[in-house]
């Protein structure tokens, strides 16, 4: 089955600075990939998805990009702000017919420091 | 207003009783999943349904059951079997599409005391 790891598995950053969290994948016929941004006792919430017929995508400070060769995703956070802090969860989806199957990454937690 | 509400957002139970969490949606999504979390961990797969009437084990099924008879609706009960229950619980809903967004509930925090 699918297999995705995640790192590092903590990042502290000082506000302005970039952020980049890793993630790959074992399973070639995934075609999905999204970021989730958890803050503390709260619901994972979307930030950024990508489909695997693309390469990159961007959303204001907010990127994501995808090699599908080397079967890794990365998430890019630019001039980073304290309300950036949280845990930052990848996950890779294979869908077919049938529905999803959706393998989350263990999560990254980023600290903005002021 | 659309979205998936999770029920009760805090549980208490002792050990050896059964409990079940709720969990309902109404963004007229066929598949519903439930996730555990660990403090510090990632989000590990229970149960799954990508139907009405049909559902399916995921990584750390034991000592959990679900039933999925209505569309809105996919409760997951929490039995004494489960030799460790103390976890935050997210349910998700999403799309049968093949690249459709993982939409999840608040979460219900259980401690077994």
């Known amino acids: 089955g699918e297999n995705v790891e995640q790192h590092p598995s903590t990042l502290s950053v000082q506000e302005g600075d970039s952020a980049v969290i890793k993630c790959t994948y074992s399973?070639?016929?995934?075609?999905?990939f999204p970021w989730y941004k958890q803050e503390l006792g709260k619901r994972p919430q979307l930030i950024i998805d990508?489909?695997?017929?693309?390469g990159e995508k961007k959303d204001q400070r907010i990127a994501v990009t995808l090699n599908k060769t080397a079967k890794h995703f990365s998430l890019h956070i630019t001039e980073t702000q304290p309300e950036d802090s949280a845990v930052y969860f990848c996950?890779?989806?294979?869908?077919?017919?049938?529905?999803?199957?959706?393998?989350f990454g263990p999560g990254t937690r980023l600290s903005v420091l002021p | 207003d659309g979205g998936i509400t999770q029920s009760p957002k805090y549980l208490f139970r002792k050990e050896g009783q059964n409990v079940t969490l709720s969990c309902e949606q109404n963004?007229?999504?066929?598949?519903m999943y439930w996730y555990r979390q660990d403090p510090g961990q990632g989000l590990r797969l229970i149960y799954y349904?990508?139907?009405?009437?049909?559902?399916q084990k995921g990584d750390i099924a034991e000592g959990y059951s679900v039933s999925r008879e209505k569309k809105e609706s996919f409760p997951l009960t929490v039995t004494s079997a489960q030799k460790n229950p103390t976890a935050f619980y997210l349910c998700?809903?999403?799309?049968?599409?093949?690249?459709?967004?993982?939409?999840f509930g608040e979460g219900s925090r259980l401690t077994v005391l």
């Open positions: 963004l007229n999504h066929d598949a």
């Open positions: 996950a890779a989806s294979k869908g077919d017919n049938y529905g999803q199957n959706f393998v």
């Open positions: 399973d070639s016929a995934s075609n999905y």
């Open positions: 349904s990508q139907i009405v009437n049909d559902f």
């Open positions: 998700a809903s999403t799309t049968r599409e093949i690249t459709g967004e993982l939409f």
């Open positions: 990508i489909r695997s017929n693309v």
